[in-house]
Antibody
């Protein structure tokens, strides 16, 4: 059974940094498309970043240069490093696995940026 | 980045059918899209991938009353025999560029 468990969220100050983790089980992250999606309070879903099996990465224009996606095969975990936090980064951050015909979501972790 | 277009809201009666539409911008009609459902206060749930030829890849456990279709730059989600639990936000996402549409809030009357 595929499982994704996000962690690392919390209350942060503007300008701060944090690293979100997505621990996977039931499959191998390095063989999969792994993506981060966020949802600000009362808003829709916003795609953030993706890492491919090749290691290539893509980012949304709004986060490029501040966010970094990575993975650790030994831990079967995907990370999202978030730097220079802004109030508008406040959101629930979801990780997901994309396969050729399926898409598995985690339960999300809340990041709140406030002074 | 390619942003698909969705109507903000839709409504239909209990037991009826509804068709939700996701429109790709001109010149991008070959893209597949994914449909996701998000019930109130819940996380997203993958429903299906709709390819440009109308073929589908449905998620595990998605009922048969959820279906999809394709016509030109439009990708559709069709829900038949509407139930109260279908009241939710529905988001489309382009496959490959990964951008989400703004979502459609479906009300079941």
């Amino acid at each position: 059974e595929v499982q994704l468990v996000e962690s690392g969220g919390g209350l942060m100050q503007p300008g701060g940094s944090l690293r979100l983790s997505c621990a996977a089980s039931g499959f191998t992250v390095s063989d999969s498309y792994m993506t981060w999606v966020r949802q600000a309070p009362g808003q829709g879903l916003q795609w953030v970043s993706i890492i491919y099996p090749s290691g290539n990465t893509l980012y949304a224009d709004s986060v490029r240069g501040r966010f970094t996606i990575s993975r650790d095969s030994s831990k079967n975990t995907v990370f999202l490093q978030v730097n220079s936090l802004r109030v508008e980064d406040t959101a629930v951050y979801y990780c997901a696995r994309i396969s050729s015909g399926n898409y598995d979501w985690g339960q999300g972790t809340l990041v709140t940026v406030s002074s | 980045q390619l942003v698909p277009t969705q109507s903000p809201s839709a409504s239909a009666s209990l037991g009826a059918s509804v068709k939700l539409t996701c429109t790709l911008s001109s010149g991008h009609s070959i893209y597949a899209i994914a449909w996701h459902q998000q019930r109130p206060e819940k996380g997203p749930r993958y429903l299906m991938k709709v390819n440009s030829d109308g073929s589908l890849n449905k998620g595990d456990g998605i009922p048969d009353r959820f279906s999809g279709s394709s016509s030109g730059a439009e990708r559709h989600l069709i829900i038949s025999s509407l139930q109260s639990e279908d009241e939710a936000d529905y988001f489309c996402q382009t496959w490959g560029t990964w951008v989400f549409g703004g979502g459609t809030k479906l009300t079941v009357l």
